[in-house]
């Protein structure tokens, strides 16, 4: 593991749920996200990068490409950044394939989500997880992101699942920080953000980092709020956090953040296109221009490219 990794932050502070380049015919871009990976860390600073998540289009992206994908990011920064790949499914032998792969192809961690559509009980959830966390010998972070999946992860299930010696953090999308603040102390579960909103407050109900998308543009960003909050400087990080805000709300405000976060990386050239797989579409021109918007009222993008 690089040395970001501590055991209160096993998998760093600052990480981003990258986007997955694509080519016009829409096949991986290698090649670019290879790019994408090596700016994030070497110019932005991550500890680390979440890929063959939602806002790497894992729904619509396969076996192959996954592990080619996550292959060429290792390669390209996997000796300076935590790579972990997403192995989320609501087919558990297919989310175990998943998790295989990935270890086999270099990642260093599994994102793991509840299994989304079918809706199964708490016990379900438990078998699931668990039969994931023993497929390989990687590190977990448990995901919980009810409103993609339409179940969460109940209090006792955390309990259980926290006693698996592989299931070390929680990428939390839930927006109940009162629960983050009880259930972190009470599991030593390591508690990641989900959601950029929230970040600074709940790194003060005990939160270690984030899994941001707003990474993508704002990753400096996101390293000064977690250092001047580590440092007891909180007016620092609030500062810094309301800089950043038209940044979060133009890739997070519509719903959309694959769509934004692609349409925010192209216009700092970053990628070279904002192509997607449907059913997710390409933002417009108009889209486009408010994201650009959302970024130079952040300072990140300057005039000469908007």
């Known amino acids: 593991m ?33 790019r994408l990976a090596t700016a994030l860390v070497d110019q932005a600073g991550h500890d680390g990068l979440v890929l063959n998540g939602t806002t790497g289009e894992a729904p619509t ?4 490409e996954k592990a080619e994908l996550i292959a060429a990011v290792v390669e390209a920064v996997g000796d300076r950044a935590t790579i972990i790949a997403g192995a989320g499914s609501n087919d558990t032998p297919h989310a175990v394939r998943m998790a295989e792969q990935a270890a086999e192809a270099g990642a260093h961690g599994l994102l793991v989500v509840s299994p989304y559509y079918s809706r ?11 039969a994931v966390a023993d497929s390989t010998d990687l590190p977990v972070m448990l995901y919980d992101v009810p409103g993609r999946t339409g179940v969460r992860f109940a209090q006792d299930t955390l309990d259980r699942l926290a006693e698996h010696e592989r299931v ?15 259930a ?7 508690w990641y953000g989900g959601d950029d ?17 707003v990474g993508h543009v704002a990753g400096r960003q996101l390293v000064e709020i977690t250092e001047a909050f580590d440092a007891g400087d909180t007016a620092r990080a609030l500062r810094v956090f309301r800089s950043i805000a038209p940044a979060i709300d133009a890739l997070n405000g519509a719903g959309f953040q694959a769509v934004a976060a692609k349409a925010a990386v192209e216009a700092l050239g970053l990628i070279p ?8 579409v390409a ?12 970024l130079r009222a952040a300072g990140l993008l300057d005039a000469a490219r908007s």
Not at 120 to 130: A, I, L
Not at 168 to 182: P, S
Not at 208 to 213: K, L, N
Request: aromatic share 4%; proline share 7%; hydrophobic share 45%.
């Open 120 to 130: 199964p009980s708490q016990e379900g959830v438990y078998q699931h997880v668990r």
């Open 197 to 213: 909103s929230v970040y600074l407050a709940l790194l003060a109900h005990g939160g270690c980092g984030i899994v941001s998308v």
């Open 2 to 34: 690089p040395h970001a990794s501590t055991p209160a932050r096993p998998f760093g502070a600052v990480l981003t749920a990258m986007v997955t380049p694509m080519t016009a015919d829409g096949s991986v871009d290698l090649d670019a996200a290879a």
């Open 283 to 294: 933002a417009s021109d108009e889209e486009a221009a408010a994201v650009r918007a959302g």
């Open 273 to 280: 296109n904002r192509h997607m797989r449907l059913p997710n």
């Open 184 to 190: 972190s102390e009470r599991t030593g579960l390591a």
């Open 168 to 182: 070390v953090a929680i990428k939390d999308a839930t927006g109940d920080l009162y629960a983050a603040a009880t």
């Open 61 to 64: 992206t396969h076996a192959p």
